[in-house]
């Protein structure tokens, strides 16, 4: 719930949240999803769970969790996190990266290197 305060703050202990699913777990917190691209992935069996899992060529469903200048970084369902370089987004020169992704916006990323 980190870009979204004002609803972090409705939360009471004990509610519940239908229709979630949950990205990721540790100690600091819990990455919840309701976008139904994301639900789906995982619900198919998107492969990924672990980092050794990934292999080039592989294109997984993920979310835009920072955008840098030289790129976007993506994280996928299970916690792991990739970076999009700004050189690998389009056939076309990217200039500014935020005219393109938004932060939490959902995305499709063709696994390049590992």
Known sequence: MTNCHLLWKSFQKGDIISGAICLYQ???GIILS???ALIKAVQD???????DEIQCGMVLRGFVKN???????VEFPYGIVGLAPKAAMSDKFVTDTNDHFEL???VVAKITET
């Open 45 to 51: 069996g998107q492969p990924g769970k672990e980092f």
């Open 26 to 28: 540790n100690r600091s």
């Open 34 to 36: 309701k976008k139904p």
């Open 104 to 106: 939490g916006q959902t």
């Open 67 to 73: 955008i840098m200048p030289y790129g976007v970084f």
